[in-house]
Every structure is written in C-alpha cells, then in structure tokens.
C-alpha cells in the first residue's frame, strides 16, 4: 500500500507543523520575566513535580504536534492505494464469479444456505465492485454461464442470482475454471476470478485450479462449520435381476458424517411392500442393513430406501431399478456347421434334458436353435457339441450378458476351449475317453455360494452318479472348476467364479447328459443342482441401464417399436417433464429439457411403463465437512469484506475523515493531558488562611 | 510632624482599637507587674473632684480638711510593658503584586501603630529592624521622642538583602533584657523548626510572643502568569516556571508550611497570624484583642 496526494503543490504546509514545537522552543527562550520574593519554594515544588509534570508536558507537546500536523495533512488530501502488480491503471475491470451449486451447497448453515449465502455475497460484491464487465458462472456437474462472456449488465446477473437454486450435482471444479479462463482469454483490461465455494473437503481436496498470475484469483468461503449428516451411500440387490419368486437381498449402506454415534429408521419401499428397521450409525462411521424380498411379477421394480429426514434432506433418499425376469431364456444351439438332421439326433439328448428340466421349473423357458441368436434374445445359451469356432461371435456375446455353456466336440481343439475361458495354456491334446466302469463327479469349490444348499447334505452330492464318457481337459484347469471328477478332471469350468456378478459368464461343461452315458440326470440332486446353476450364472442386468447422473438430462433411446410421440417423461413425484427428440445413429433418442435431480423418472407410452431410470443423490456431497481454502494452492483466500476493502484501496481511499477525526481525537487528548494536573481536585484548593 | 507611615486618620482610627491595646497592655501585663511592685511604681498625677461613683478610699482627706471639698488624688500607673517589634526588611518584604503595599510597607504601617498605641498606654516599645543580621535595633522606651525615632528608623528603612529570622533572634536575645512582649512581622520564608528553634529562649524566659505572618495575596494564591522567569529578589537567582502547571503545588507547600508555622506556634503557647497585605492593618489589634 502506499500514501498518494491530490495536493502535493501544498506539501510544504506540513513544515506547519513545527509551529508548536517552535512556539514551546520560542517561549521557553524568551519567557517573560517576573520578580518573586522567594523561589526556594518554587524549586522545591519543581523538584516534586518534574517527574510528572515533564512527561506530561512532553506528550502534550506531542499530541500538539500531532494535531497541527493532521490538521495540514488534510489540505494535502492524501489517499491510501494498494499497489497491484496485475492491476492496469485505467483499465476495465472484468470480474468472473464463479458460484459452487453443487449439492453440498445447499446444507443449511444456520437461517440460510450455504447457496444463499454464496448468491448474497456475490450479490453484495457486484454492488459494491461495479466491475466495468462480469459475469457468473456455475459450478454443476456440467459449467455453465450467466452470459457468453462478461458483459456489462450487472443488474440480470443480480437478477439470475436472486433465482438460482442449488442442484443435486457434482460440481465440475476445473471445469468451471477453464470455463471462466476461455471467457477472460481474450478479454483486455483487469481480469479477476471469484470463487465462492463451501470448498466441501471431498470436492476440494484434489481441485486443480490452474490460473496463471495475469489473472487475480480469489477464494471465498461460505459455511463456517462442518455439519453433521447421515446418508443412504449405497443400494445393492443380490441377485440383481431376479425372476419372480427368487428370493432377493437388497442391502443399503448408511454413512454417519459426524462425530457422534447416530441412531435413525430405515424404511424401503419396493415394489409397493414397505419395511423399516431402526439402525445405530457408529461416529465417522458406516452401517449396512440388508433387506430381503421377493417379486411376484416380472418388470422393473422401483425401490426407494429412506431415512428419518435429518437437515441435509438430499441424500435421505437413495434409489435403484431392479429388473424382475419373467423367465431365464435358455437356448440349446445344435451343433455349429452340422446339418438340421445330424444336429437334431446329436442334441436330441442334451436338448431334451434340458427341455424337460425347464418343464420342472416354471421360471425356465428353453428353445432349440441352429444358428448363433443374436445379442439380448436369450439369457444362457447351451451349445452343444462345440466345435471350437465362432469364437469371437460368442465372446462378443457373453460380453453382451449372455452366459455361455460350451461342451465341446471330438473335433474342438484345447486351445480353442483355453481361448474360451481364458484358461491356462495346456500342450496336452483334447482326447475323449470312454469308461465303462465310469468316473464319480463332486463339488470342487465348497465355499462358492452356488453350493450353499448343498453344504447341509440334505440334497446330497450335486454331480451324484456314474459317469462313463467324458473329455480329458488338464488337470491344471482344477481351478477353475465347479464340478471335477474324482481323479481331477475337470468337469464344469467357470471362467471367473470369483467375480460371479460380472457380465460375461462361461462355461465348459464335461458332464455328460446322455442317458446312455451317465445316470446323472436321473438321480435326485440333478434338477436341485441345474436350478441354482442356471440363476447362480444367470446373466446380470447392471443397472447402469437405469441409472443415469444427477445434472444431465434424463434420456432414454427409443426402442424401434415405439412410437417417440407417444411417449412422456414421468417422475415419481411431480408431474411430467417437458422432452425433446432427437435422432441419433442409434434411433431415436428423448431428452428431458432439465437436468436431472435424485428420484425415479418413468417413460410412459400412454399408462404403460415402458423405461424407468432414477437418479441418486451423489455420494461424494454427502460428507459436509469444510477445507480451508488457505490450504488450495492457487489463488489468496479472503473474506468479501477484504476483497471491497482491497477494491476500495485499489480506487484509492481518501484519508481527510479519518484525519479529521485524528485531529478531533488529539485535540482531545491534548485537552485532556494538558489539564487532568492541574484540575486535579484537591482539598486545598481553598484560600490559605 | 507627619510621619509615613502614621497617619493621622490612622491615629483616629486608633481611638476605636482601645480595647486592642488595653487587652494588649493591661489584660496581659499590667495586672501582674501592679500586684508585684504595689505602691512604689505610682507617681503623682493629678487631683479632681469626687464624682459619685469613685472609690471614698480614693479621696485625700488632707484637702478635704483644708478646702472642705471632696478631690480624688489619681496617681500615674507604671505597668512595665516592654514590647519589642521585629520587622522582617529582607529583599523579600519588598514584594507586591495585588496589593498597594509591599509587605515591608505593610508591616511598617501596623509597627507604626502598634508602637503609637503602646507608647500612648506610656508602656514601653523596642524596634528591631533585620534581614540576615540585625540592621538597627532601638531598645524599650516610652516617651514620644523614642516613638519618633521608631517612625523615623522605620520610614527610613529599605528592604535589605537575604533574610534570616532565626539568626536575628539569636543575636537579638542578649540585647533584650526584660521580659515582655515580643511582636515579629514577616514573612517566614524560613523553616519553620529554625524558627521556633530561636524563639525558645524567648519562650523560656517568659515572653509573650505574637508572629505576624505577612504574605502578598500574589503569593497565596499564585498568579498564572504562563511559562515565566522568575528572579529571586533576595538572590537574583533566576528560574523558569510554568505557573499554571505548579500553582496546586504551590497551593499546597504554602498550606503545608502555614501549617507547621501554626502548629509549632500553639504547641509553645505563641500566637501566630497570618494575614494578607490586601487586608487592613488595623485586624491585626483585633487578633491581639483576642
């Protein structure tokens, strides 16, 4: 900071203020001169008083002083200007405020909230900075601003600051700055950017906030406090996309973001059945509470999982689709490049197995194909007699969710098996090998939860009976094996078994159905063991197909049978949402003209549900706690009332009212100084008599 | 004859202080000095004729029998007064600011009167003029030729150089030869334990003793005059002040040192009075009177 005058030409008055130190000088030359009869007393009396009295005289003097000299400062008109290296003289100011709306924003922080705040301080500096151009732009998940580039007209921003609303996003950080650099880039003048941001910890913590030093950049706080919170993080199912009747867990995680243990209900609500369970929430600490279910009717289930409101209500609600299967499509492939006759008597067995099997449970269709079905029609399709070709078409399958199970031909080749699974590579040759005696089968993986029936005995061994053909696969394939013989062959291999959710399940299978060949299929366990295979590798329905991010729009691309007019955009709670249409490569594609907020959005084509997608408050805003914004490397932190304070500086703050009120101030000390000795009350003040 | 500092409305105004001196003269020390010499002290003064109401043990019989009338033979009472006035004419006394007078002048005035009033009682009176020595001293007399010379010693004294009261006393003690009354007029800038430390021989051989503290109202009450210089006019010594910022001092070291003046004087049985040269002379007799 540094002193300038409006009147340097009249500099010379403060030599002024020597007056009372030259008139203290002069008068103490030149005292007038007085005969006295005796000043033995008076030298007395000075000896006692000298060690107040100078003091005194000299602050008096010095306060005299100081008055005269404030007093002349005045005519000198002195301003007090911070020197900005960045700052140009004369130049447009152009400002850039970017306002955090993402969804911790709207906690409450006391009567307002932190957006509140947030708008009214960005409010509050527009009036008073009078920027010659600004702008705002908003921190969502995608940044947006008030104007294309900062403009004048600071009254619509006030004005698009009084109605803005916080949203249920992630705020883009660099985004929002990259943004607002574009928009200064060729901007001339002053440049400054205004970050007002709760500067909520998680969001905060890795934010690359790269603006170069031509730019003034400046960081403003709002909310003071971390707030306690509770939240749904997560909703999980298990099986996530059941057939009606299947027994399904859905397990929500709850997060407690305080320092104190907590204690609230849960309440979920699917398919219309409702249930609750009171939960204790440990301090910074998480809690998941499983429900389980079933679904009588095939479609997609909307289930809500709510807590006991508590004053951060946006992540009180969590939200998933859950798809109900009518039936497992199971799809029997003959043999690839066989003709319809062979095909027909060498799947006639398996087939017919397999047919029968789905006619003992009524959540399992089965249908007989000679060429590979195309992606999505079937759940698992059963390809009998492989010959090892075709893989690609099949991988690409499997990737598509369909699950498949392979039993290979006398002509497939190992690697092509090893290719399949991605199994470890074997110099061995893929041999079949008959017995009249047969081979015994059992569970090789115990632990695995496709078993979990089994482990009580009560349904006894799963691959019970006599096995009198099969395939010499590599032992070292054992571990990728469900089902192996006893002598370790391999006699189910599933790729994966860990990861039984992933998408893409394969299986080898060397057990063979034939009647002729073994007696598996009619002893007990056989259909107990095929029934909790086919849902343990049913395909899963990611619900990523549903779930769509709180600020981009809730779209939906149309099936081809349906008519994009007809449909309308239904949120759960609320009426419908204006869509738009527009074509894409993959067809039709609707809109909705708003970004998304957390709840369930229906697609109805009159009163038929045909698509549902549901949005969930995001995890990440949910933990409330503050970052000093001091410890973000770019930019200087400071409060609105310092960034006017160092605004005013930079326009220069005249100085004649404080030096007026110094001068008054002094005036009055010396008045005080000079005269609290003397009217010191005393008894003796009265005539001596 | 005129003198300076008896004037003659001064004389008239006397009349009126009868009572002053008669308490000064007789209430004090004639009644001791009559029971102790009865008879041998009267002198003859005059005969007049018997008014009822006089003392019958009064009338002188031998008259009677010649003239066949009754005449009072009134005798001339000797009370042995003897009072001797100190007057302070150190450079000191000569000081005046809110005041006609300085206080040598004043003091002169009132020693003046006294001594007119003692001498017309026909008692004796003794002047003793001092700064630091004894300038003049003029022992007891009672005649109107001793007043003259007293009014004389007195119109023609100056305010001298420094003063010294307790030196004075000392060396006035041996030149006292009898006890009476002794009447200082000053303004005691001295310590006040130095003073009364000369005044005791005086106090043990019986002398009655009135101190006349005499101050300019200038000096009472400190005049602001700003920063000054101020030059002693008993020394010359010069020192720069600012009035305004020692004047409750002043205030208070003057009440202190009045203070010790008047509590030594009346733990000795001394009379002491301090008195403002603005104020009349003639107040003095009645501080006497009392």
């Keep these: 900071m540094s002193l300038l005058y409006n009147n340097p030409a009249l500099f010379w008055l403060m030599a002024l203020a020597a ?317 690839l490049g066989a003709s319809p006759a062979e095909a027909k008597s060498k799947v006639h067995g398996p087939a017919s197995v397999l047919q029968r099997l ?137 790729n994966n078994t860990s990861k039984s959710s992933s998408k893409s399940k394969r299986l080898i299978w060397n057990l063979p159905f034939d009647p002729n060949l073994s007696d598996w299929i009619s002893q007990e366990p056989f259909v107990t063991f095929m029934a909790e295979l086919l849902l343990y590798i049913q395909p899963s329905k990611m619900n990523l197909q549903f779930e769509l991010l709180p600020g981009s729009p809730v779209n939906w691309l149309v099936p081809e049978n349906i008519d994009p007019s007809t449909v309308a955009l239904h949120p759960l709670s609320g009426e419908n949402w204006a869509i738009k249409l527009s074509n894409t490569k993959q067809g039709a594609s609707l809109q909705s003209t708003v970004p998304a907020t957390p709840g369930i959005f229906e697609w109805r084509t009159g009163n038929t549900i045909a698509h549902t997608n549901f949005v969930n408050f995001p995890t990440s805003e949910s933990d409330l706690s503050l970052l000093d914004p001091a410890a973000l490397k770019q930019g200087q932190s400071a409060e609105a009332s310092d960034i006017l304070k160092a605004e005013a500086l930079s326009q220069g703050i005249p100085m004649w009212p404080w030096l007026v009120s110094a001068v008054l101030l002094l005036l009055i000390a010396e008045a005080f100084a000079a005269t609290t000795k003397r009217n010191k009350p005393s008894s003796n003040t009265s005539t001596i008599s | 004859m005129q003198f300076k500092y008896l004037k003659p409305e001064d004389i008239n105004k006397l009349r009126n202080y009868e009572f002053g001196a008669k308490a000064l003269v007789e209430g004090y020390l004639s009644g001791r000095h009559r029971s102790k010499q009865r008879g041998s002290s009267t002198e003859f003064h005059e005969y007049r004729q018997y008014t009822p109401g006089d003392d019958p043990s009064m009338v002188d019989w031998r008259v009677f029998a010649r003239s066949d009338r009754h005449y009072l033979k009134t005798f001339e009472q000797e009370t042995n007064l003897e009072c001797t006035i100190f007057v302070d004419s150190s450079a000191s006394m ?47 007399g009672s005649t109107r030729k001793h007043l003259h010379s007293i009014l004389n010693l007195l119109e023609k004294n100056q305010p001298g150089s420094q003063t010294s009261l307790a030196e004075s006393l000392k060396r006035a003690n041996p030149l006292i030869k009898r006890k009476g009354t002794i009447v200082i007029l000053s303004d005691f800038f001295d310590e006040p334990k130095q003073i009364f430390q000369a005044l005791n021989p005086y106090i043990h051989r019986g002398f009655r003793i009135h101190l006349f503290h005499v101050l300019d109202p200038g000096e009472m009450n400190l005049t602001d005059r700003g920063l000054s210089m101020f030059t002693d006019m008993e020394t010359d010594e010069k020192i720069t002040i600012h009035t305004s910022s020692i004047k409750q001092t002043w205030q ?39």
């Design chain 1, 19 to 335: 007056i009372p130190i030259l008139v203290h000088l002069f008068a103490r030359s030149r005292p007038p001169k007085h005969r006295f009869s005796d000043i033995t007393f008076l030298k007395r009396i000075i000896k006692k008083t000298s060690r107040v009295r100078k003091p005194q005289d000299r602050l008096v003097l010095l306060l005299r002083t100081l008055a005269a000299a404030a007093l002349l400062a005045i005519f000198v008109q002195p301003f007090l200007v911070s020197e900005d290296p960045n700052r140009i003289a004369g130049a447009d100011d152009n400002v850039i405020i970017i306002i955090d709306r993402s969804a911790s924003m709207s906690a409450q922080q006391g009567s307002t909230s932190r957006f509140t705040e947030a708008c009214n301080e960005a409010s509050e500096l527009l009036t008073k900075l009078k920027p010659d151009n600004a702008n705002i732009i908003w921190i969502n998940s995608t940044p947006n601003a008030v104007f294309p580039a900062p403009g004048p007209n600071l009254t619509f921003l006030k004005e698009s600051l009084q109605t803005a609303e916080p949203t249920s996003d992630v705020g883009a950080i660099s985004a929002s700055i990259k943004l607002a650099l574009e928009q200064l880039k060729n901007v001339n003048g002053n440049r400054e950017i205004i970050i007002i941001s709760d500067f909520q910890k998680q969001a905060w913590e890795n934010a690359e906030l790269d603006v170069p030093e031509a730019i003034k950049f400046t960081k403003l706080a709002v909310g003071d406090t971390d707030l306690a919170n509770i939240a749904i993080s997560s909703i999980a199912t298990t099986p996530s996309s059941p057939v009606t009747g299947q027994d399904v867990a859905i397990s929500c995680q709850i997060k407690n973001f305080s320092n104190k243990p907590k204690s609230t209900t849960i309440y979920l609500n699917a398919g219309g059945g409702r249930q609750s369970k009171d939960i204790e929430i440990p301090a910074n600490g998480q809690t998941e509470v499983e429900f389980r279910t079933q679904f009588s009717h095939h479609g997609d289930v909307a289930v809500t999982a709510s807590l006991t409101e508590d004053s951060f209500k946006g992540d009180d609600e969590r939200f998933t689709i859950i798809p109900v299967r009518e039936s497992l499509s199971l799809c029997s492939l003959t043999p």
């Design chain 1, 358 to 494: 789905a006619s003992a449970l009524p959540w399992l269709s089965h249908t007989v194909t000679a060429e590979i079905p195309p992606v999505g029609v079937h759940d698992i399709l059963f390809i009998h007699e492989w010959n090892g070709q075709d893989i690609e078409t099949l991988t690409k399958l499997s990737n598509n969710g369909t699950t498949i199970i392979v039993t290979p031909s006398s002509s497939c080749q190992l690697q092509q098996l090893q290719q399949l699974l991605n199994l470890p590579a074997s110099s061995n040759a893929l041999t079949q090998k008959d017995n009249p005696e047969g081979w015994r089968a059992g569970i090789t993986k115990e632990t695995s939860s496709l078993f979990s029936i089994f482990s009580s005995g009560e349904f006894g061994n799963p691959a019970q009976g006599n096995f009198r053909q099969r395939f010499q696969l590599p032992s070292e394939w054992l571990n990728a094996s469900i089902i192996s013989y006893t002598d370790k062959i391999p006699a189910i291999l599933l």
């Design chain 2, 94 to 140: 000569g000081f005046k600011e809110k005041s006609e007078l300085t206080k040598l002048e004043y003091s002169s005035f009132f020693a003046a009167c006294l001594s007119y009033l003692i001498v017309s009682k026909n008692d004796q009176v003794g002047l003793q003029i001092f700064d630091k020595d004894i300038r003049h001293h003029l022992p007891p």
């Design chain 2, 252 to 290: 208070d070291e003057l009440k202190a040192h009045t203070k010790a003046l008047r509590s030594l004087a009346a733990s000795r049985k001394v009379d002491y009075t301090l008195i403002s040269t603005q104020e009349s002379y003639f107040t003095l007799f009645d501080r006497l009177a009392h």
